[in-house]
């Protein structure tokens, strides 16, 4: 494929201009890194199993009525999307307590939670994406009362789809977190969720042993990161065979 105009370099993704106006070409790279850039390493192979898992739970999340930025995956570590404008907030769903939760209100790993809960982060680098309220969102401009109303209800709607989708495959959804942005259609604009759905993202843990099949592998060193990647997209029936664009098999239910 002829080498497109580079537009943005993330931490494991590179987004390219789109062969048509509106949309853009998004690049899975094997470079991991945790604790805002602190940490970073190569996962061979990673960019190849996130861009199928994503791809996968998004056509998933469409079929439901959730309105995606994906299009369509085009090779084993590029898929075709609508050019979005980025809300600059991370919204984070728990439905079992890890990581910062823990740490903020000293809830032992694995509690489940009385609710799912929502939670907002401003996308800044500089500040170490700091957990925001509505307020502050709504004051800033990051978006409009009725923008997070869209957000919090896609949210929801997204983890009660996810939960039941992972624990089909003998998966706990623990916590998890998406992007939206904005799509112009002439004078129309929708949010769309955006980024990517993977293991880099989520929280996802064997329902039978606890064992955790996503990035804290690489956060807490571990090991097996490749490993438990390739886990999660085989029991979604979409390993890659050879590394890459093999037959899709059936998903695998696991009692
Ligand atoms: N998360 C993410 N990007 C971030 C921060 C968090 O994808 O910059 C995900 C993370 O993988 C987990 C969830 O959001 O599934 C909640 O993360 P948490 O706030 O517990 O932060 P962490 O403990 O990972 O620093």
Redesign the pocket.
Known sequence: MARRRQLYEGKAKILFEGPEPGTLVQYFKDDATAGNGAKSGVITGKGVLNNRISEHLMLRLQEIGIPTHFIRRINMREQLVKEVEIIPL?V?IRNVA????SKRFNIPEGQRLPRPIVEFYYKNDELG?PLVSEDHIIAFGWACPHDLEDITGMAMRVNDFLCGLFSGIGIQLV???LEFGRCWEGEDMRIVLADEISP????LWDLRTNEKL??DRF?RDLGNVKEAYQEVARRMGILPENGAGGDMKGPETVQ
Do not use: M, P, Q
């Open positions: 991370e984070v890890a990581g910062s939760i994406d916590d998890f977190k880099d993202n989520c929280r996503d990035k956060r």
